[in-house]
């Protein structure tokens, strides 16, 4: 018996068949049908970080800025059949925020909680290799489409995903199962190794597991998703792909949006939506010198990151506030009396989309870019301002990151306040002397 799971495990024949009595992926319920609720029975921690995630909120279901978009372009995400309005095709928008449904082909997100869950554990961790995004033809092949996927084995990215050696010593648990992603420290039967078996009262089916750290521990984990994305007119939308090739870095996306801690990667893979993120990601400085009545003033942004800052999504923007200010704390100076979209263009870091007119258009029917001012890799940039210096005692300058250009705030009103408001992530004083 031995000898014959020795002989399945390295030929890769699936869990079902390698021991008796052990669970089969059943033709009713595929790999990708698992629950991350099945997951965080042992990877407690991690399941924590990823519930917080926008990974976990990615779904027209939850995520309230994709739902105004997805409703716009496609319709309920609760209705089977559904399609994109401009195509006419399967909305290729759920090949990453519904990977799992994007696999059956169902747009009915609540059927299944692997469809609700969106990019949840299974999502990834069946990622066998990358294709790239970009057919033969030139053509794009997002999201799961740019993946071959594994049907019978999770993929994990090396340490405690090799198993190997443990189910040839068919010890059935192994001295750290499930590695820091456990918070347990008492030895647990481990689904990995290729039984089902039982944890916490419930039955957990055979979950074999094969190191692929050329994938797991790679850019290529992230890339069918964060690459680029086109809309239907062929229009850039999102081109961090584009933007890291052109910095020539070698940095994996993981080092920043996964980084270890505690020997445990940061599941929670802050983006846009994490202050932490957002506040690494720039350096800001202000500072001036005194020229007879006027204070010629230099504020310098750094982009910190091997790609475009803001980048991903176009309608996020940064921008940048500067004021000077009186010993009393009275201000008396500003660059723009709101935001400063017209009033100090420079101020404003946008990418933005544009109709055949020029005029300013949404994604989806954009047909060219716009106005680009984004912050590129590694880029640092100087912008000067002639205060006059009566009075000031201080000069103080903020950087704030949207999820939203200005004229979407005002029209998605129905949106909660913590998304369309302007998140501050950097600031810096000068004191006049």
């Known amino acids: 018996m031995l000898k014959r799971v020795r002989q399945i495990i390295f030929t890769g024949i ?21 629950s991350s609720e099945t997951c965080k029975l042992c990877h407690q921690e991690i399941y924590k ?22 409703k716009k372009v496609v319709g309920d995400p609760t209705k089977e059949g559904v399609k994109h309005k401009a195509s006419g095709k399967y909305p290729v928008c759920l090949q990453c925020h519904a990977p799992n449904a994007a696999r059956d082909k169902t747009t009915k997100l609540d059927a299944k909680p692997a469809y609700s869950e969106g990019v949840n554990c299974v999502a990834c961790h069946m990622l066998k290799s990358y294709k ?14 740019s993946y071959e996927a594994s049907s019978d084995a999770l993929q994990g990215p090396g340490r405690h995903s090799n198993n190997a050696l443990e189910a040839l010593k068919d010890s059935g648990a192994s001295d750290d199962p499930f590695g820091a992603g456990s918070l347990e420290s008492e030895k647990k039967p481990n689904p990995h190794l290729g039984k089902s ?20 521990k790679t850019s290529d984990a992230c890339m069918g998703c964060h690459d680029k994305r086109n809309n239907p007119h062929g229009v850039p939308l999102c081109a961090t792909g584009n933007e890291i090739k052109a910095s020539k870095a070698n940095v994996s996306c993981l080092s920043c949006h996964m980084p270890i801690n505690d020997g445990l990667a940061d599941h929670s893979m802050g983006g846009g939506h994490s202050l932490p993120m957002l506040q690494r990601s720039v350096t800001f400085d202000v500072r001036a010198s005194k020229k007879g009545d006027a204070l010629d003033t230099q504020v310098t942004m750094i982009n910190q990151q091997p790609h475009s800052l803001p980048t991903g999504a176009p309608f996020r923007n940064i921008y940048m506030k500067l004021a000077a200010y009186d010993s009393k704390g009275n201000k008396v100076w500003e660059n723009a009396k709101g935001h400063p979209a017209k009033e100090d263009p420079q101020a404003f870091l946008v990418y933005l989309l544009a109709d055949d007119e020029g005029k300013p258009a949404s994604p989806p029917v954009a047909t060219q870019p716009g106005k680009n001012t984004q912050l590129q890799p590694h880029e640092k940039r100087v912008l000067k301002y002639s205060i006059p210096a ?26 909660p306040k913590d998304l369309t408001a302007p998140t501050l992530i950097a600031s810096s004083e000068y004191k006049v002397k």
């Not at 078996?197 to 797991?216: C, F, H, I, W, Y």
């Not at 009566?390 to 949207?402: F, I, P, Q, T």
Request: proline share 5%; glycine share 8%.
């Open 14 to 34: 699936t869990a079902g068949m390698m021991l008796a009595g052990s669970q089969a992926f059943a033709a009713d319920k595929p790999l990708h049908h698992e």
């Open 49 to 70: 970080q990823w519930k917080g995630s926008m990974h976990a909120q990615s779904t027209a279901l939850k995520d309230p800025i994709h739902a105004t978009f997805y």
């Open 132 to 145: 790239g995004i970009e057919k033969p033809d030139g053509k794009l092949r997002l999201g799961m489409m």
């Open 197 to 216: 078996v039982e944890l916490d009262g419930k039955t957990v089916r055979s979950l074999p597991m094969e190191s692929n750290a050329l994938q797991l």
């Open 390 to 415: 009566k009075d000031v005692a201080l000069v103080r300058g903020e950087l704030y990151y949207n999820l939203l250009w200005p004229g979407l705030v005002k029209k998605f009103k129905h949106l």
